[in-house]
């Protein structure tokens, strides 16, 4: 265990987003296929550099802001992509790629702790386990690739696989380290609401003494892809382009905002009710928890909580998550290891 690198991946279809021991970013999951072409120099035009180019086993891609200007869009936000499609590859090697060219390679192999949606966990046992089974399997072992014509290579030797709330849930419970704040270690045996916008799907979970209950979990595709939906009526953009100019702020959204906050607000209601008062607090996450603080805050009445980068709350949480368990594995080996002193 000492000689692991511990990180948390949240492969959320709005962005890749690593958490590891020297900080965590984002990676836009905006995926085009490169097709070899290049565009002469045009005098009189802005010169542009193009987005992160990934060279895997299966081809080369753009990845990141502006990869649909420079490639044919992929956007497949099925749940089969967990089993290791192409563009998600590539969105995981663009992440880690970013990671390593800020903070150089890495001397020891990972273990990997990966948020999926809930939907992905839900269903018939073997459904499940065949889920879990098909991302462990891409995910655990040597990778190597290029980008921008450098070669990255990392080993992930052990890979956990969880859904994307609990990462919320342990990044409002835990410090950097991975113990208890001790101001909220108490609310871990309570009822914790998680409500977490992404852009694909809108997820909702509620724990008791870090137990799920069921009644109170669900996934439903009203994530902020929705309302970018609402905002191109003719599809003449992709979800990649919405998406970055969103981030911008340069989209219109007066009038399509309080419509999808209905909607989701909607989602809520029909799972959780009057119920939600049970629980202690209501933690908020993902990209959409800023566009819909003050629509989804004011319902819980003091409860809720939006962490400081709702965004990168989830894989934070993963990751503080793995400390938390690797430090209790080497708590009970101790343990043994003296009992059969």
């Known amino acids: 265990m000492d000689e692991l690198i511990f990180f948390g991946n949240d492969m959320g279809a709005g962005a890749n987003k690593l958490c590891g021991p020297q900080g965590g970013l984002q990676l836009l999951s905006t995926v085009a296929t490169d097709d070899g072409r290049t565009l002469a120099r045009m005098p009189g035009l802005a010169r542009r550099k193009p987005p992160l180019r990934v060279r895997t086993q299966a081809g080369s891609f753009y990845v990141g802001p502006d990869a649909h200007d420079w490639g044919r869009p992929v956007e497949n936000l099925d749940y089969d992509r967990f089993s290791g499609s192409p563009e998600l590859v590539a969105l995981f090697y663009g992440a880690f790629s970013r990671y390593l060219g800020q ?28 889920t879990v089974h098909a991302a462990r399997r891409w995910l655990k072992g040597t990778h190597a690739w290029e980008a921008d014509g450098k070669p990255y290579a990392i080993t992930i030797q052990e890979v956990r696989v969880t859904s994307q709330p609990v990462g919320a849930l342990f990044d409002f419970l835990l410090d950097d380290e991975g113990s208890f704040l001790p101001r909220r270690k108490r609310l871990f045996k309570k009822e914790i609401g998680i409500i977490s916008v992404g852009m694909n799907t809108v997820e909702v979970l509620a724990v008791r003494a870090g137990a799920p209950l069921p009644r109170f979990t669900a996934g439903h595709t009203v994530g902020v892809r929705r309302l970018l939906e609402l905002l191109n009526p003719d599809g003449l953009y992709s979800l990649g382009e919405l998406d970055a100019l969103l981030r911008a702020g340069r989209l219109d959204t007066a009038q399509a905002l309080p419509v999808w906050g209905r909607e989701v607000t909607g989602f809520i209601e029909r799972r959780w009710g009057s119920a939600a008062r049970r629980f202690t607090a209501v933690l908020v996450v993902g990209g959409g928890a800023l566009l819909l603080r003050d629509t989804l805050l004011p319902r819980f009445e003091g409860r809720a909580f939006v962490p400081d980068d709702p ?15 690797a430090r209790r594995r080497r708590r009970r080996a101790r343990a043994q290891g003296e009992e059969g002193a």
């Open 103 to 130: 903070h150089g390679p890495l001397h020891h192999p990972i273990h990997l702790t990966v948020g999926l949606p809930v939907g992905t966990l839900t269903g018939p046992s073997d459904q499940v386990s065949a």
């Open 311 to 325: 965004v990168l709350s989830t894989a934070r949480g993963l990751y503080k998550f793995s400390l938390l368990q």
